[in-house]
């Protein structure tokens, strides 16, 4: 597994961006994927998760409401449509496949990490 996280960028606050994490590799079919954000002086913290099947998806509370995440197997590209941007959600937004095909929330579940994103939200 090889990922790859795109999309990020620039956005006002209640504007949208749509984050990307591609597996180069075309390997990551069967394992669960999350979306993790970090920003400065902050603990990465978990936002989003989908299994390996596309369901069930998982999201923290900040967020739920306002970001989906999405799978697309036969594009090797899992999703992350960010809508309702706060400045709160300005970070370095990370996708991560986990070690099985059940996505959760523990960042120790996951092993292979892409290189990460920014996202900024003005005011």
């Known amino acids: 597994v090889q990922l790859q996280a795109s999309g990020g960028g620039l956005a006002q606050a209640g504007g949208s961006l749509r984050l990307s994490c591609t597996d180069s590799?075309?390997?990551?079919?069967?394992?669960?994927v999350g979306w993790f954000r970090q920003a400065p002086g902050k603990e990465r913290e978990f936002v989003a998760a989908?299994?390996?099947?596309?369901?069930?998806?998982i999201y923290d509370d900040s967020v739920k409401g306002r970001f989906t995440i999405s799978r697309d197997n036969a594009k090797n590209t899992v999703y992350l449509q960010l809508n309702s941007l706060e400045p709160e959600d300005t970070a370095v937004y990370y996708c991560?496949?986990?070690?099985?095909?059940?996505?959760?929330?523990?960042?120790?579940?996951?092993?292979?990490w892409g290189q990460g994103t920014q996202v900024t939200v003005s005011s």
């Open positions: 991560a496949a986990a070690r099985s095909a059940i996505a959760t929330r523990d960042v120790r579940t996951y092993r292979y």
């Open positions: 590799r075309r390997t990551f079919s069967n394992n669960g």
């Open positions: 989908i299994s390996w099947r596309g369901g069930p998806t």
